[in-house]
């Protein structure tokens, strides 16, 4: 566009306002583009040191720069703005993760709770069978006495000592 803009007539093209009240220096210097504050601020001075199309070509380099900038920052933008979203995304599975993790280790404390009443239990209802087993190793032995002294009485009962007038036995042998 400058280059089809006489020379003299670029100073008045840079003094000329946008719709907000600011010349292009204005706007330049409110973006933050050093490069192109300072190629217009040489265009505001004299002309002649420079030649227009020369100045032309570096500010449409700068604004081609100034282009690939603000497209490579719109990319970061979307790149962070996606990462951001991962991040929430990642941060949210690991909260269920933890959750889960919760919800074992409490599932795993009540297991361990049971498995200590169950060895409890265990241990009292072999107490028991050791009790058992010596209450029956006792009445074991109580039963041999007992039967020794029945086989006593039994060979005591047979010896006949009574008899009837007939001769024959009162009682008859057990057994």
Known sequence: MLTSIPPDKVSDLLSIKNSVSRTPLKDAESEGRKETVELLKSWKQPLLAVPVTATFW?????QD???QRATALAQAERRIGRLQDQAEQHTAALAQVERRIGLLQDEAEQHAAALANQGEELVQS???TIALQEANNQMTADTAAMMERLNRLDIYLRTPTDTDET?????EPLG
């Open 58 to 62: 570096k500010f449409a380099a700068l």
């Open 167 to 171: 001769g024959d036995q009162l009682h």
């Open 126 to 128: 072999q107490q028991q």
């Open 65 to 67: 720069a100034d282009n």
